[in-house]
């Protein structure tokens, strides 16, 4: 570590240049990623006052060998993606205790994540040292006994606990027993760890929220060698060598962040040097270098890992400085490109500064600032929108172009853990959501635009099939969101199955297509209150008057069910103005209101008397109740 | 004897992992005077000191690695 980049934040630090001071934090910990480094993020982080506030997360380690030394480097890298974690670590090789015990430390510290880290010798001793002395129905048995036993942790984990489970599936040996007669065999050594892996996955598939951690890929990737550190192993029970406790900190924030809700949603890509070679204003639509040999091919790998981001239900869109007609010559007609107008949702090519174009394309896609990332070859664009916007995530990129897929693909904020049906159809969505707000430009009047639309609302209760969006939109939605309670795929379960909880799901399809589910509402009775915990829009869909369609079925069913007052509470964040009259606007009361709401937003509760005739589905929206599972 | 700019070292790293000032960790401090300092923060100073002079230690020479003084003569050595 150099004293400079210390000084350096220090410096900024001391001049309340909190945005400076974050990205020199981030260099700093990109440059000398380690325990030292670790300790000063830590320490630094907390004197910077920086507009998010970080989402607090408690995070169990269950294990059988040390891993502590990775902890700070886990911690200051959640710091830096605004993750505040505190980590408990359980005792060597207790963790099947831990998860048995009801009463044990695992539970009572109410973790968000938990993640199970158990070596193969360690779980598999027979499998992992004595394999050659092992007969065919030993080998089974071990197989049988090993996959058992997760089966069991697992289930008797998800009945106590409702946290994100991690396992981390068996690494297989540098060297098997039988050397290479070991690949010579159908069912060797390393085929039969394989073997419980792809029957851990099974087990996982099977299971909300819980995760594999391809420990055995993350070694390998890394080197089976160079992972390995005989002497701490024997000395301190540390089989992972100092340098490489840094990788697995990575991976394990790869995990967090998703679960944790902090990735982009969006990438915000240059295009002269980062999608092509070259700059079409000055060398042309043939001059610039793309296609399948070098130096081109290093742009269509760089276009290749981009297209794998948008299948992955990351949103799309260009900030470029050129002449808009040069630039969409080479997206249109290129023959070599791989991304096309179709996959961006929105453009901004033009000469305007790029941290206002990044402003106005948060806007226009209705997502947050810190949901976007940056990809620009230009070091001054990335400084700039460092310091401007220091919520963006800017994608640092080595000098060399043959780099930059390598640099997007290892960034974390793009992982995604699960993948629902509307990942895979954002891209689609946001196009025709351009189309609409074409159209929405020409109507005359507001009405005229609902009218035109031709919507049609589809309210269920929530299903197997839609607890993983439940869940995610819960997790993910800011602006139009009342309370911005948080719930993981489990808890959502766990309500729907309650005997005074619904959990409703909206889905809103109109003449372009199908929203997909866009709007969650979860209500609770109790006597003759009925009680609105949550009620959420995803932005597609805000200002399009579909959140009265969900509400209207909300009063009717608390009525059907018995309830006299439909209540609900406004828990102000810094997003969520865009939900703060919706109570008022729908004529409920208010119970309680701080004195002077515009000076001291604070929470607020509202009341509405039922049944309440006025509230109804508007005109313009078809709707419909599909019936659900409960 | 250990140089000077071994102790200043070893000083940086101890006080950057227990999060003290340099002040705080003066040259002869030890795991005596320095609450943090237990077990597990013994390894986390072996394995700063083994990447920070790129060597390798031996589980004697860590064991005797028990404040700067003894931690900068060890590096020196080796």
């Known amino acids: 570590m150099t004293r400079i980049d210390r000084a350096a934040i220090d410096t900024a630090i001391e001049n309340k240049a909190w945005p400076a001071a974050l990205a020199a934090l981030r260099q700093f910990w990109r440059d000398s990623p380690g325990l030292a480094g670790a300790q000063l993020v830590l320490d630094r982080i907390k004197k910077i006052e920086h507009g998010a506030p970080s989402v607090p997360c408690r995070l169990a380690v269950l294990r059988s060998f040390t891993l502590e030394p990775a902890l700070p480097m886990l911690r200051a890298s959640c710091a830096l993606h605004g993750i505040d974690l505190t980590v408990q670590v359980g005792d060597f090789n207790t963790y099947v205790q831990d998860i048995l015990t009801p009463t044990s430390d695992l539970y009572s510290f109410d973790p968000h994540v938990v993640i199970l880290a158990v070596q193969t010798r360690d779980l598999l001793p027979e499998l992992w040292s004595d394999y050659t002395a092992l007969a065919r129905h030993d080998i089974d048995r071990a197989v049988e006994r090993a996959t058992g036993d997760l089966r069991a942790w697992i289930h008797a984990f998800r009945i106590r606990s409702q946290a994100s489970l991690i396992i981390h599936d068996f690494e297989i040996r540098a060297v098997s027993n039988s050397g290479i007669l070991d690949s010579q065999m159908p069912d060797g050594q390393s085929d039969t760890i394989r073997r419980i892996n792809r029957e851990l996955r099974r087990m996982a598939a099977q299971d909300t929220g819980v995760f594999v951690l391809d420990y055995d890929g993350l070694v390998s990737r890394f080197g089976r060698d160079r992972w390995h550190d005989e002497r701490k192993w024997l000395t301190a029970r540390m089989p992972i060598a100092a340098d490489c406790l840094v990788h697995l900190a990575d991976e394990y924030a790869r995990y967090l962040i998703p679960l944790m809700g902090r990735g982009a949603k969006a990438l915000i890509v240059d295009l002269d040097n980062t999608l092509w070679g070259g700059v079409v204003g000055e060398d042309g639509l043939h001059g610039i270098k793309l296609g399948p040999e070098y130096p081109g091919a290093a742009f269509l790998a760089l276009q290749r890992t981009i297209l794998d981001l948008y299948q992955r239900g990351i949103i799309l869109a260009v900030c470029s400085k050129n002449n808009p007609a040069d630039a969409m010559e080479v997206l249109e007609q290129h023959p070599h490109m791989l991304l096309r107008p179709r996959h961006f949702a929105a453009l901004r090519i033009n000469w305007v500064d790029k941290a206002l174009n990044l402003r106005e394309l948060a806007q226009e896609l209705n997502i947050g600032i810190d949901a976007l990332a940056f990809l620009d070859d230009n070091p001054a664009e990335r400084e700039r929108i460092r310091l401007e916007l220091p919520e963006v995530h800017v994608i640092e990129l080595p000098q060399d172009p043959m780099d930059y897929a390598r640099a997007v693909r290892e960034s974390a904020v793009f992982e995604r853990l699960t993948l629902s049906a509307e990942d895979r159809e954002r891209g689609r969505y946001y196009a025709e959501q351009r189309q609409r707000t074409e159209l929405a430009e020409s109507a005359s009047s507001l009405e005229d635009f609902y009218r035109s639309l031709k919507m049609r609302a589809e309210i269920a209760d929530v299903t197997a099939e839609t607890l993983a969006r439940t869940a995610q939109l819960t997790q993910k939605t800011n602006q139009f969101n009342l309370t911005t309670r948080r719930y993981s795929e489990q808890q959502i379960e766990e309500m729907s199955r309650g005997r005074d909880w619904r959990v409703y799901t909206l889905r809103v399809l109109d003449r372009f297509g199908d929203n997909g589910l866009v709007g969650v509402a979860i209500t609770h009775q109790e006597g003759e209150v009925c009680e609105i915990d949550t009620f959420l829009l995803s932005c597609r869909v805000i200002g399009r008057t579909v959140e009265t369609a969900l509400l209207a079925h909300l009063a009717r069913q608390a009525a059907e069910g018995g309830a006299a007052r439909l209540v609900g509470s406004f828990l102000p964040t810094k997003k969520n103005a865009p939900a703060r009259d919706f109570y008022p606007n729908h004529g409920f009361y208010a119970v309680t209101l701080s004195s002077d709401p515009a000076l001291m937003p604070t929470a607020s509760r509202w009341e509405l008397r039922l049944p309440h005739p006025d509230l109804v589905c508007p005109e313009w929206i078809e709707y419909c109740t599909v019936p659900g599972e409960n | ?78």
């Open chain 2, 1 to 78: 004897m250990a140089s000077e700019a071994t102790v200043y070292r070893v000083r940086e790293i101890i006080s950057t992992i227990f999060n003290l000032s340099l002040e705080q960790v003066p040259p002869d401090a030890s795991n005596k005077s320095i609450e943090r300092w237990d077990s597990m923060g013994h390894l986390l100073v072996v394995l700063e000191l083994e990447q920070a002079f790129e060597t390798q230690l031996s589980p004697e020479q860590t064991e005797q690695m028990t404040s700067i003084p003894a931690i900068a003569a060890i590096i020196d050595a080796a």
